[in-house]
T-cell receptor, first 113, second 113 residues
């Protein structure tokens, strides 16, 4: 089954404790992206990757890191989380063609205390 | 820079009534336009998309949207609402480089029995 898998589904942590949210897709997609969803703000893009070893900043990249060492994986790293990073995070992927649909993961609800 | 404005963060309709969700965009080049739907505790799913060609686009679950260049609009409609349509709907536009997808802030649709 074609899918984007995110882990964990829920995460509670404390300020400053490094964490990684994993994302994996099994569709051989070139493009992968991370979004955060906040009430009233919709989805805002954090980082995206057009292919292996190619990443670029989205609209809200501060406080986040990503890497794309393999085509299927695109982890999101918070080196020193802060409470303003409490949010619902989504990973998404698609082919390299921009008018194709995005496939979304089920989301990761992060709370930073 | 591109942007999307969705008028009305909450829309409530009766079952069987017309659904109209509004979306206006700004883009410096001909856009790709999308509507995504998010059911509770799930990721987003593509409803429909406009790339080129016919300006009236039909999607899944009886939804359709019309691209109106002169009005920079891409409103979503459905002739008769069903209880299962209750969800959050996001309009999105692709950027000039066809890389990032910019989402609106979302409209929550409530369907009353």
């Amino acid at each position: 089954e074609a899918q984007v898998t995110q882990n964990p589904r829920y995460l509670i942590t404390v300020t400053g404790k490094k964490l990684t949210v994993t994302c994996s897709q099994n569709m051989n997609h070139e493009y992968m992206s991370w979004y955060r969803q906040d009430p009233g703000l919709g989805l805002r893009q954090i980082y995206y990757s057009m292919n292996v070893e190619v990443t670029d900043k989205g609209d809200v990249p501060e406080g986040y890191k990503v890497s794309r060492k393999e085509k299927r994986n695109f982890p999101l790293i918070l080196e020193s989380p802060s409470p303003n990073q409490t949010s619902l995070y989504f990973c998404a992927s698609r082919t390299g063609v921009a008018n194709e649909k995005l496939f979304f993961g089920s989301g990761t609800q992060l709370s930073v205390l | 820079a591109q942007s999307v404005t969705q008028l009305g963060s909450h829309v409530s309709v009766s079952e069987g009534a017309l659904v109209l969700l509004r979306c206006n965009y700004s883009s410096s080049v001909p856009p790709y336009l999308f509507w995504y739907v998010q059911y509770p505790n799930q990721g987003l799913q593509l409803l429909l998309k406009y790339t080129t060609g016919a300006t009236l686009v039909k999607g899944i679950n009886g939804f359709e949207a019309e691209f109106k260049k002169s009005e920079t609009s891409f409103h979503l409609t459905k002739p008769s609402a069903h209880m299962s349509d209750a969800a959050e709907y996001f309009c999105a536009v692709s950027d000039t480089g066809r890389r990032a997808l910019t989402f609106g802030s979302g409209t929550r649709l409530q369907v009353q029995p």
